[in-house]
C-alpha cells in the first residue's frame, strides 16, 4: 500500500513539475506578446509628426504693442520674432507723423534691420503693428515684402489712438490674397498704459482667442446689441465723458445701441470729421463699467 502511494506521489510529482514547466514557458511567451505589442505604439509615435507651432511677429514703436506681444506669446507659448528698422523713427511725435507721411505718400517703405523670418516651421503668425494713418506702420510693409505668408493662419493684432483694427485686417487680406487672416484683435494705447493693463489684456486676449475657436465673425460679435435708437440725456453724457480727449475726430453721436456685460457696452453710430476732413460715417465703441468702478472709456473707434 505504500509502495502504490510512493509511486502515485513520484508520478504526480513529475506532472506537476511538467505543468508548472509549460505554465512558465506559456507566461514567458504571452509577456513577450505583451512586450512586442507594448512597443508597437512607440514605433507609431516617433512616426507622428511634430506639434505645429506658432510665431508672434511684431514692429513695436513705443513699446505698447511689445505690451500686446507679449499677452499674446505667453497665452500661446509661440516664439517670437521682433521687426526692427535699420533707422529708427524720430522721437518726437511730430516728427515721426511727417516721416511716416512721406513713405506712406512715396511707397518707399523702411529699411528693415532683420528683413527675413524663418516661417517654414509656422503654421500660424500673430502679426502685431501700431496703427498709422488708419491702417499699420510702414514696417509691416517691408516685412510682407520680405517674406512669404501663403498657406499661413495670420492673425493680426494692434494698438491705436482712436482705430483701425478693422480697416488694417482687411489692407492684410488684400496684399496677403493667399493667407487666411482672422478675426483682428486692437485695444488703444490709452488703455494699455493705465494702471493694471497687463491683467485687462491677458483677460481680452483669452476671451479674443475663445471667439476664434469658436469661428465668430465681426457680425456675431455684435449680435448682443440692442436695436439703434435715439440718444437719451445720459447717453449723451456717457458719450462726452468718453470722448473728451478726442476731440480732433470731431465726432457727433447720431444713435446709439446697448449691451449690458459687467458694465454696459454702448456702440454710437457717428458723424466724424477727422482732422477737419471731410464727413464720415462710423461706429464708436464705449463701454462704461459698474457704478462706482470708474469712468466711461473710448474702446475704439472702426474706421
Known sequence: MN???DSFITKFSGFAVAVAALALCACGNQEAAQNKTSAKPAEQAVEQPAPSKSLVVFYSQTGSTKKVADAFQKARNADVFEIKTATP?????????????????????P???NPKADLAKYDTVFLGYPIMFGTFAPPIYSFLDSNNLSGKVVVPFCTYGSGGRKASAAELKTLEPKANVTLAYGISNKRISAEGADSVVSAEVEAFFANLAEGKTEEMLMGGYSEQRPLTAEDSAVFAAATKDYGYLSLRPLSVSTQVVAGTNFLFTCEMKAFGGPATQTNVKIFRP???????????VEK
Open 290 to 300: 459698474l457704478p462706482g468702478r470708474g469712468e466711461p472709456e473710448l474702446i475704439v
Open 3 to 5: 509502495l502504490r502511494l
Open 89 to 109: 523713427y524720430p522721437s518726437t511725435y511730430d516728427s515721426t507723423v511727417a516721416a511716416v507721411r512721406v513713405q506712406r505718400e512715396s511707397k518707399q517703405w
Open 111 to 113: 529699411v528693415l534691420a
